[in-house]
């Protein structure tokens, strides 16, 4: 059993569509579009569904950890990843690449809680590197 981390909605269509298609793990989004809403009115749920739909596409399940977007820590991520901590093989993450703090967050903390079954995918890179 494998997991695929995403940071936030779409990220598993945007990033993750070709080792899901490929590797078929659960799907987590680890946040909600708070953000979305904020800015441009957007409902979680609305973001929900639009992974629903890409996931039921991609013949995977799909998990909503519910962490605010605006609200992302360093320690509130590892107390979320110990409560869903799971017997995964296999652990996809972002990889670090100072692209997106909160990609980068979610990459380090769960590093930090699956050191050795953790594989990275790209996101998108600080234009700087």
Same mark, same amino acid.
């Given at each position: 059993m494998s997991l695929f981390i995403a940071p936030h909605n779409d990220d598993e269509g945007l990033f993750g569509c070709y080792t899901i298609l490929r590797e078929k793990p659960t799907v987590a989004i680890v946040t909600d579009g708070y953000i979305h809403l904020e800015r441009f009115g957007i409902p979680v749920e609305t /973001? /929900? +569904? +639009?992974? /629903?739909?890409?996931? @039921?596409?991609? $013949? &995977?399940p799909v998990e909503f950890w519910g962490m605010k977007d605006n609200e992302v820590t360093y320690n509130k991520l590892i107390a979320l990843f110990k409560a869903h901590k799971g $017997?995964? @093989?296999? &652990?996809y993450l972002p990889a670090v690449e100072g692209g997106n703090k909160t990609h980068d967050l979610i990459s380090e903390a769960g590093w930090t809680i699956w050191k050795d079954k953790c594989i990275f995918y790209s996101t998108y890179a600080n234009n700087r590197l």
């Open positions: /973001r /929900r +569904e +639009e992974s /629903r739909q890409a996931c @039921k596409i991609m $013949d &995977v $017997d995964y @093989k296999t &652990v």
